[in-house]
């Protein structure tokens, strides 16, 4: 079967497709054909469902809502900053098809496209294996938003004038969707009079421009504006143009969070460490951001991107990591959510560390600074509202309310991380919510498995009510 094509789907079937697909890193043809082989050989499994927030919390929408992008690749040197897009995209939960112009594969490939982006590529309107059912179509209503990026003179003249000679402008005549344009193009191209009313013309149609952007060209001794806008610039536009901005309830919060690991060197080449990856502490600041407040986070080393519009602080010991907690205050909310090293080297060597005939050297450990212990019992300064995290890998109820006992903090999110769960590292999380009634009574709230993202999304709405509780 060269191609699958299923008409007349409703939306929630549709996203239940991509969310399965995205799980199993296939694109939805394949898993809709992995459905029906299960199905001609018996009982098909119960298909995986998303797990329901908590009940407070079901109605809400979180930030974690899949959405579907058809991204139209221009032929233009900036098609290379087109593959960094398709990640940025996915990063905001976007699902992406591309569509190459015949200039565009010039410069960058199909196979390169749809490496990135899990999904079959896109270059000919006359293909046999899409367009027996008007394949053009389908890429043309079958998501919620087109991206052309970059947007070449050429395929807006097209766009502009109503041409429809292959697929990406046949796609652009055929669409009921937002389009989002980032043009590029050499400046004297850009302020060329033709240029100038094709562009007013894609304005009134109702099409969204972001850039160009001012600076050099590829030519050498060109500048000007002509530069096509960042991928990072127009993934937020895409997700401004998917996601209006909702309602902000920690606007005006200023938030404190602690994420990663941290490295305790034993000599310049040698430390101690842990497995945390940073995502969940990440999830939080960023999802924090969204709802509008004013973020710091305090990070270990890790391999991740900084989030967006947040004031990211990058430390390597836990030492390094309490100084810039200490610095950020004073703050409404701290949430701390790093793996920090309870023991370092009480002396660092200057020197590697050679093996010798006398046998191991010994090390000596001393504590690192409790640094949730010491925010939670500040006397000045102590935020209004202090979260800790347990991570532990046996009674993990048991373990965390001794710890809440002991830490003096406001609430606790443990989690059980033993290797069998892949927490650390991954990208699901299983939390429960500690929280102490005023009679002393600890509350256990558990929570389903979530995303990262998700159980971010979920903590930050429990928060923003508890504020808005306190503050009446």
């Given amino acids: 079967m060269a191609s699958l094509t299923i008409r007349k789907l409703d939306e929630a079937i549709k996203a239940e497709l991509r969310l399965r697909a995205a799980r199993h890193g296939r694109s939805v043809e394949d898993e809709v054909r992995v459905i029906l082989r299960q199905a001609a050989e018996g009982p098909a499994a119960p298909a995986p469902s998303s797990h329901p927030t908590p009940a407070a919390h079901r109605s809400r929408p979180t930030s974690t809502t899949t959405n579907s992008v058809t991204l139209i690749i221009g032929g233009g040197i900036a098609a290379y900053k087109a593959l960094d897009l398709i990640r940025r995209l996915k990063e905001r939960h976007m699902d992406v098809r591309c569509v190459l112009t015949r200039a ?3 410069f960058v490939t199909p196979l390169a496209a749809s490496a990135l982006s899990h999904e079959r590529c896109y270059t000919d ?3 046999a294996g899409s367009e027996f059912d008007a ?7 079958d998501c919620d938003l087109i991206v052309v990026a970059p947007a070449t003179a050429d395929l807006m003249a097209k766009t502009a004038q109503g041409h429809a000679d292959d697929l990406a402008s046949a796609i652009l005549l055929a669409t009921n969707k937002p389009i989002l344009l980032a043009p590029a ?22 099409i969204v421009t972001i ?3 001012a600076g050099e060209m590829a030519e050498a001794g060109e500048a000007g504006v002509g530069r096509m806008a960042e991928p990072t610039e127009i993934a937020i536009a895409a997700e401004r143009i998917l996601r209006p901005p909702q309602a902000q309830p920690l606007a005006g ?6 994420a990663g690991p941290t490295h305790e060197p034993i000599d310049p080449v040698r430390y101690i460490a842990n ?13 924090a951001q969204a709802a509008g407040a004013d973020v710091t986070l305090v990070s270990g080393p890790v391999d991740l991107d900084d989030p967006v519009g947040v004031n990211v602080k990058h430390v390597e010991s836990a030492r390094e990591m309490l100084a810039q907690v200490e610095a950020a205050l004073p703050t409404d909310i701290a949430i701390f959510a790093a793996a920090v090293a309870d023991w370092r080297v009480a002396s660092e060597g200057t020197q590697k560390l050679k093996k010798t005939g006398a046998g191991i050297p ?12 010491t925010i939670s019992k500040l006397r000045d300064n102590r935020p209004p509202l202090v979260i800790g995290f347990a991570a532990e890998t046996e009674h993990l109820i048991d373990n965390a309310k001794a710890k809440f006992a002991r830490k003096g903090c406001d609430w606790i999110v443990a989690n059980d991380v033993s290797p069998a769960t892949g927490v650390m590292g991954g990208d699901r999380n299983t939390v429960h919510l500690l929280t102490r009634e005023a009679d002393g009574t600890v509350n256990v709230e558990s929570w389903p498995v979530m995303t990262k993202d998700e159980v971010a999304t979920t903590l930050i709405e429990r928060i923003a009510s508890h504020v808005k509780d306190t503050s009446t």
Avoid: C, Y
């Fill in 135 to 141: 394949g053009h179509i389908r890429l043309a209503r």
């Fill in 211 to 213: 850039g160009p952007n």
């Fill in 104 to 106: 565009a594969q010039q």
């Fill in 275 to 287: 497995r945390s990856s940073g995502k969940q502490g990440f999830a939080i600041a960023a999802a």
């Fill in 125 to 127: 309107l006359f293909d």
């Fill in 253 to 258: 919060q200023r938030v404190l969070i602690t």
């Fill in 362 to 373: 010994p090390l000596q450990l001393t504590e690192n600074p409790d640094i949730l212990a």
């Fill in 185 to 206: 193009m050499n400046p004297l191209m850009w302020n060329n009079p033709a240029t100038r009313r094709n562009v007013a013309q894609l304005i009134r149609d109702g």
